[in-house]
């Protein structure tokens, strides 16, 4: 079964600190990618995705993810956190076929916390 | 646009009660499904559709049921809550199975 991994559970940085979140996923065939954001008491919204093509992709509030297929990695990542970046971010994987195996995976969530 | 509208918000149950948490969307999408969130647990999916009429379990499904009636609208049903479901239960929909899910709001569901 696909399984996905975020190594961090809590980081907490200062504001304009460098920020990368892991994730690792278990699937060796085709995948879909996306990077989910919680604010406090929201619903998730949609950072970014990596269907196919270049492996660095670019989301909004200036977030950007790096594929590497050959670590089954898709890093989180942003040069320079904001306090309004506060949140838990939950990066989540689905094969790219049908049937039930096809459903959205989700990691278990890292919350970051920024320090003004 | 609404997007995604979960209802209700917040609810109380005690324990053996039952209730229906209603999820309605208005993109036209085709999947449906139905999620808790549990603290250090990340989304977990309870049930989902992939059309009208349709319904599927998920990674969760016991002590809960659904329908998709129409198309718009997801039905969860909690038959007998137990204090184990108190939880945040969320809904979304994708087009596709492989587009970006568009979520709710959530409902905090506390079962005493």
């Known amino acids: 079964a696909q399984s996905v991994s975020q190594h961090n559970h809590h980081v907490i940085l200062s504001e304009a600190a460098s920020l990368e979140l892991g994730c690792n996923y278990s699937?060796?065939?085709?995948?879909?990618l996306f990077w989910y954001v919680q604010y406090p008491g929201q619903h998730l919204q949609l950072l970014l995705k990596?269907?196919?093509?270049?492996?660095l992709v670019k989301g909004i509030k200036g977030f950007e993810a790096e594929f590497i297929k050959s670590k089954f990695s898709f890093n989180l990542r942003k040069p320079s956190v904001q306090w309004s970046d506060t949140a838990e971010y939950f990066c989540?994987?689905?094969?790219?076929?049908?049937?039930?195996?096809?459903?959205?995976?989700f990691g278990k969530g890292t919350k970051l916390s920024v320090k003004p | 646009n609404a997007g995604v509208t979960q209802t209700p918000k917040f609810r109380v149950l005690k324990t053996g009660q039952s209730m229906t948490l209603l999820c309605a969307q208005d993109m036209n999408h085709e999947y449906m499904y139905w999620y808790r969130q549990d603290p250090g647990m990340g989304l977990r999916l309870i049930h989902y559709?992939?059309?009208?009429?349709?319904?599927a379990k998920g990674e969760v499904p016991d002590g809960y049921n659904v329908s998709r009636l129409k198309k718009q609208n997801f039905l969860l049903g909690l038959e007998s809550a137990a204090p184990s479901q108190t939880s945040v239960y969320f809904c979304?929909?994708?087009?596709?199975?492989?587009?970006?899910?568009?979520f709710g709001d959530g409902t905090r569901l506390s079962i005493l």
């Open positions: 979304a929909s994708s087009p596709t199975r492989n587009q970006p899910q568009h």
């Open positions: 989540a994987v689905n094969a790219g076929y049908g049937g039930s195996q096809g459903n959205l995976i």
């Open positions: 990596y269907f196919s093509g270049d492996p």
């Open positions: 699937y060796g065939g085709t995948v879909n």
């Open positions: 559709s992939v059309g009208e009429g349709t319904t």
